[in-house]
């Protein structure tokens, strides 16, 4: 089935700062796929798909619409209903529901009324607790009704009232959410930090598993926002599997597959074949979330056994899908480039020069030669290695161990007879009676000899132990 010319044109609008557009038609059932989230994260993911896939455009912005509805953000109502109305204009979703929209600002009005009346109330009484919860209930209609800012407000509010470590978590935790929801990386990262380096928060697995995951995942995601796959890739491996029985956990922000997933590329792009072994492979904490996602365990036994093609055409396999997740879909290109030169510089590792056939063989595209994409890697500093273009051929540079060992050695004993001079010197001049006296002008006209005054105590000590009393001539 054609798409509509309206949902193409809504969709290359919405891309037009360089998003990937996903036009083939994904392995993905929406109904299924959105019921694994919570939260504010459902509305979200359901306008991104409306606004990246053209096969699932308008199914998924109706799933978005009446996400909204269901809520009481009227923002994201007219944020989906402005979608709509570009990419199916005939929809009977596109008229604006102008009577929702008042109702539900009419009441969200009265509900911060309501609030914010009882908070004053609480403030007179002076009972910590309840201006702590005052601040809390504020906060959450804020969220809720997608004033993102002033939900930060309240919750940071929270902090002066806080009296048991829970709270604190439970304050970073609305912090860290909010902060998220905003793409404000750094400041997600600043929001958990507060939560992780409290002092007797015991936030290891062993005591607060919940709370490890979730702290983990968010910094995670952080990173993973930040383009730091390093980080992100350390931080989603820790991840425990105890998700999977209980996905609630993190369910408002992904889910344990997403957890997989996001581990497995990052730690792919960003690790070498020992730690993705030890770290991914035999890691007991991943292992069983990883055992959910097959194919991903598969691509990675790939990277590690040496298979680099089948590794990538496991991953390239799935490329639709992991374009279509709110968190990957930008980093898909970059992740995807990373993991490919790194099979390239593996591959070529135990060879000292290869043909450039057998490298197209493996990792070419169908009639185009691997050649450009060499030079380029070669140029980017990314594989240390000469092209023979007449030849055909690929020539790994090396650094030559023996050369490199005797240049060190050489560099040492220079090091050596410099010293031995220096002191010997310092050693003549305190035996010959003359003393070096330390002071700012020496230091600008002899500073190799004035700069270490404790060479010149240690020479005076031996010279008077040796030579006997030499002071006396002056
Ligand atoms: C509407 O939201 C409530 C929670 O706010 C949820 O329990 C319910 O399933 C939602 N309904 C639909 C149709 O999504
Ligand atoms: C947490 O994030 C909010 C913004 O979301 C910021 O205003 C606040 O200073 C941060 N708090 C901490 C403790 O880092
Ligand atoms: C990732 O973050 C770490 C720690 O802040 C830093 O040392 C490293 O250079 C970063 N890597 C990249 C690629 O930005
Ligand atoms: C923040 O997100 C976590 C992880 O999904 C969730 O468990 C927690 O309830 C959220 N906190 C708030 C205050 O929304
Ligand atoms: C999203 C939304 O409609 N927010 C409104 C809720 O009510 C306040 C007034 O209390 C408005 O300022 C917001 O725009």
Known sequence: MAAPESVLAFVAKANSDGGVIVKEQPKLDLDLYIQNYTGRTRFERLLFIGKTCVPLCVEALKAAIREAKNGSDVSRYKEAWECMRWAAPHEPEAQRDEAWIDRTEAANKTETARLEAELKVYKNNLIKESIRMGNEDLGQHFEKIGRLEAASDYYSRMRQDVSTTRHIIDCGQRLANVSLERKDWPMVLTNISKVTSLPGSNLDPATDLDAFAYTQTVSGLAWLGMGNYTEAAARFINVPSEVLTKPSIISNLATPSDIVTYGSLTALASLDRYHLQKNCLNCPMFRPLFEAEPHLRKAISHFVNGRYSSCLSTLESARTEYLLDIHLHKHIPALFALIRSKCITQYLVPFSC??????????????????????????????????????????????????????????????YDREAKERLRRISLVSAGLEVVPGKRQHETMPGLAHDESWYEEGRSLASSSAGPVESRG
Not at 385 to 400: Q, Y
């Open 354 to 415: 290869a043909t450039i056939q057998s490298l197209d063989a493996a990792f070419g595209k169908p009639g185009q030669s691997i050649e450009p994409e060499l030079v380029e890697m070669i140029r980017s500093g990314k594989l240390n290695a000469r092209i023979d273009s007449k030849e055909k051929l690929v020539i790994s540079i090396r650094p030559d161990a023996r050369a490199q060992m005797q240049a060190d050695a050489l560099k040492s004993a220079h090091a």
